[in-house]
């Protein structure tokens, strides 16, 4: 059974950084690329960046683009997320997710991103 482990959440002062890490325990054979998404309070869930496993294209969301950078290493299954700059309003839970061929279809349990002014 495909299983995400996110881990690397807290709480930062603006203007720090952390870096989230999704260890894939058990990784979908039909699994192209993985994804990180945020859900605040009262919003949408909504994407923020991307990764392909093979030939480690990126795509981010572009309220994060020039701060996030997102990573792979296929060794270990695990993808990162590492996040400079951080805002007020990167305040959220963190998701990370695998895609599959259509769609996002595997999803890890969150972790919790906060960032104070």
């Known amino acids: 059974q495909v299983q995400l482990l996110e881990s690397g959440g807290g709480l930062v002062q603006a203007g720090g950084s952390l870096r989230l890490s999704c260890a894939v325990a058990e990784r979908a054979s039909s699994s192209i690329a993985m994804g990180w998404f945020r859900q605040a309070p009262g919003k949408d869930r909504e994407f923020v960046a991307a990764i392909t496993w093979i030939s480690g294209s990126t795509y981010y969301e572009d309220a994060v683009k020039g701060r996030f950078t997102i990573s792979r290493d296929n060794a270990k299954n695990t993808v990162y997320l590492q996040m400079n700059s951080l805002k007020p309003e990167d305040t959220a839970v963190y998701y990370c997710?695998?895609?599959?061929?259509?769609?996002?279809?595997?999803w890890g349990q969150g972790t919790q991103v906060t960032v104070s002014s």
């Open positions: 997710a695998s895609r599959g061929l259509q769609k996002y279809d595997y």
